[in-house]
């Protein structure tokens, strides 16, 4: 079946520093791929997507492009913020089938 | 534009005892899901309402777990005998078109369920 494996967490950076959150996946066909972020005492909400390979998705300068050749969707941004820290899922669906999640990754960013 | 509401927030119940938590969807989303939370996992379907009908529980332990959605609308999912294992955050998201390729998926802040 469909599975997302998420880099283990959690991560700890600076405030500037660049951010990478990897993100690989196993389907059969072309899946779509998101990325939604659950900040502290709030409901999980998309961040970006991309429904197609060589797509970039962007938002909130995050940034994640579809690899099919190493069925990848890392999330990365040039220069983080205290703001950022919080819990983010990759995530992948097929046709109207149901979204499947990784386990999470915890960012937190120190002034 | 109200976003997806849950509740109760927090429910502590022990053992064998019953629980149940309601939802109610964006206005106008036909799609509603439930989605289980398991502390240091990601998001796990247990069941989707497309309208008042069922589209895919797969993964929902149905000889304790039960959910409906009266109407198309609101929404209640009930554990019934409860086991420790079922400790975890439940999710309720909704959807414009059911259509994940395209659309997204909208959560509430969600209910945490331990049992002792």
């Known amino acids: 079946g469909n599975s997302v494996t998420q880099m283990e967490g959690p991560v700890t950076l600076s405030e500037e520093a660049f951010l990478t959150i990897n993100c690989t996946y196993t389907?059969?066909?072309?899946?779509?791929l998101f990325w939604y972020v659950q900040y502290p005492g709030e409901g999980l909400q998309l961040l970006l997507k991309a429904t197609k390979a060589d797509d970039k998705g962007s938002n909130k300068g995050f940034e994640a492009t579809y690899r099919k050749e190493t069925t990848s969707f890392h999330l990365e941004k040039g220069s983080v913020q205290v703001s950022d820290s919080a819990v983010y899922f990759c995530?992948?669906?097929?046709?109207?089938?149901?979204?499947?999640f990784g386990q999470g990754t915890r960012l937190t960013i120190n002034p | 534009e109200a976003g997806v509401a849950q509740s109760p927030r927090y429910k502590i119940i022990e053992k064998r005892q019953s629980v149940a938590f309601w939802c109610n969807p964006i206005s106008g989303h036909a799609t509603l899901y439930w989605y289980q939370q398991i502390l240091g996992q990601g998001p796990k379907l247990l069941i989707q309402f497309q309208n008042n009908g069922v589209v895919d529980d797969s993964q929902l332990p149905k000889d304790r777990f039960s959910a409906e959605r009266l109407k198309g609308v609101d929404s209640t999912l009930k554990i019934q005998p409860a086991k420790l294992e079922d400790s975890a955050v439940y999710l309720c998201?909704?959807?414009?078109?059911?259509?994940?390729?395209?659309?997204?998926?909208?959560f509430g802040e969600g209910s945490r369920l331990t049992v002792l």
């Open positions: 389907a059969t066909g072309y899946p779509s």
């Open positions: 998201a909704s959807s414009l078109d059911g259509h994940l390729n395209t659309g997204e998926l909208f």
């Open positions: 995530a992948l669906s097929q046709g109207a089938q149901k979204l499947v």
